[in-house]
């Protein structure tokens, strides 16, 4: 079952935030990463490349959870699936760097294999909680 974003983790994926992805190993350990996403609509996204650990756990298993922490106080937990696409124009890694490296270049990746990675959230967990007339 999908769920959508309560205004409270809107408010926070849009503001300034750290977010940390975690995926399971083959052997069942988790992994974590921390990792730059952004919203649309109830969609979170994030650019990341193929072959990476974290890439390989999600194309195996594509369940996911997602720890972002606002940088003043609160956090939204979001545990869902994802859906991996090409990018091979590197679309997304060029705004995530607009957006949180102030417009600065990437690094060259050559032979990097860019892909757009979108959770589709299937349990969200706010804190703080937010008032019973903002929920959806």
Request: glycine share 6%; hydrophobic share 35%.
């Amino acid at each position: 079952m999908t769920v959508n974003l309560p205004a409270t983790a809107r408010e926070l994926l849009d503001g300034p935030h750290a977010a940390i992805l975690a995926t399971t190993n083959p052997d069942g350990r988790p992994q974590s990463s921390v990792i730059f996403v952004k919203r649309e609509g109830d969609t979170v996204v994030f650019s990341t490349i193929r072959g990476r650990q974290k890439t390989r756990n999600m194309e195996r298993d594509p369940r996911i959870s997602l720890l972002v922490l606002a940088h003043a106080s609160g956090y939204v937990e979001i545990r869902g699936t994802v859906t991996i696409t090409d990018d091979p124009d590197k679309a997304l890694l060029h705004e995530m760097y607009d957006r949180y490296m102030d417009g600065a270049a990437p690094p060259p990746e050559p032979e990097a294999e860019r892909v757009a990675v979108r959770i589709t959230a299937d349990r969200i967990h706010v804190w703080p909680p937010e008032p019973v007339s903002q929920q959806n």
